[in-house]
């Protein structure tokens, strides 16, 4: 699974019940491969495409009980039957990595946050499944979460994404700010970036904090793997704000000290 989209998947941390890693695992597995599909390689469009309609049509075989042929699926399908996992989010995932190879911008924040509800949203819906702990108000907090994760991740990685032709800042957002392809192209650090990325910071972090009563709430293991996940995004926000929002020269990153940090925080988080 790529880097960009999916560093704070929790997979096999020693927060989760050693039952759940392989289910865990699974998830990860198609989501990774699926997401390389579109990500990875030089394959034209249209390869990439037609290969992630296959995905399409292997979670089709396992929603009709087919047996699967490939191990990859066939561990997803064992997880599926036994977990009672609804298969929509999985549709969801393939969706956004369809829209990713035919996608390179975006008009407004509206759109992507369509996006981020099928590229980040099914990961937190899943594992929510896992607890059996799915019920309506969990949901909408996680799905809180997991946008503002994956925004956060966005904004940190400007220049990675500009080298792979997208820019996932919304196109209102930069006329707003008078920022142009142009200075992203060109890695202007100019007073007008900085503030365009001081508002997405803030509008990410809106959405963490919103979210993040449901890791204070939720009992066990996944409370505190999710508390953890909330302070990682949280920290790293702070950690473009430390850089002044130069995301092209310094990508931030956690260290040992912030994890840390991130546990202490952890400890303190109330409802």
Partial sequence: MSVN????????????????????????????????L?????????????ALAAYEAALDRIDRGEPAQDPM????????????????????LLSAFRQ????????????LLDYCRRSANPVGLLMLHLYGAAEPRNVAQSDAICSALQLINFWQDVAIDWGKDRIY???????RFHVSEADIA?????????QL????????????????PLAARLPGRIGWELRLVVQGGLRILERIEATDYDVYRRRPKLGKADWLLMAWRSLWMTS
């Fill in 38 to 50: 579109a990500d990875e390689g030089d394959q034209p469009p249209q390869e990439r495409l037609a």
């Fill in 186 to 194: 060109g890695r202007r650090d100019t007073p007008a970036w900085r």
């Fill in 5 to 36: 989209h999916y560093e704070n998947f929790p997979v096999a941390s020693i927060l989760l019940p050693s039952a759940l890693r392989p289910a865990v695992a699974a998830i990860y597995a198609f989501a990774r491969s699926a997401d390389d």
């Fill in 100 to 111: 990713d190879v035919v996608t390179p911008r975006y008009a407004d924040f509206a759109g």
């Fill in 197 to 212: 990325m001081a508002f997405e910071v803030e509008r990410a972090r809106a959405m963490m904090l919103a979210g993040a």
């Fill in 169 to 175: 800042l919304p196109q209102e957002d930069m006329q």
């Fill in 73 to 92: 699926f066939a561990a997803l399908a064992k997880v599926v039957a036994e977990y009672r996992l609804p298969l929509q989010p999985l549709r969801d």
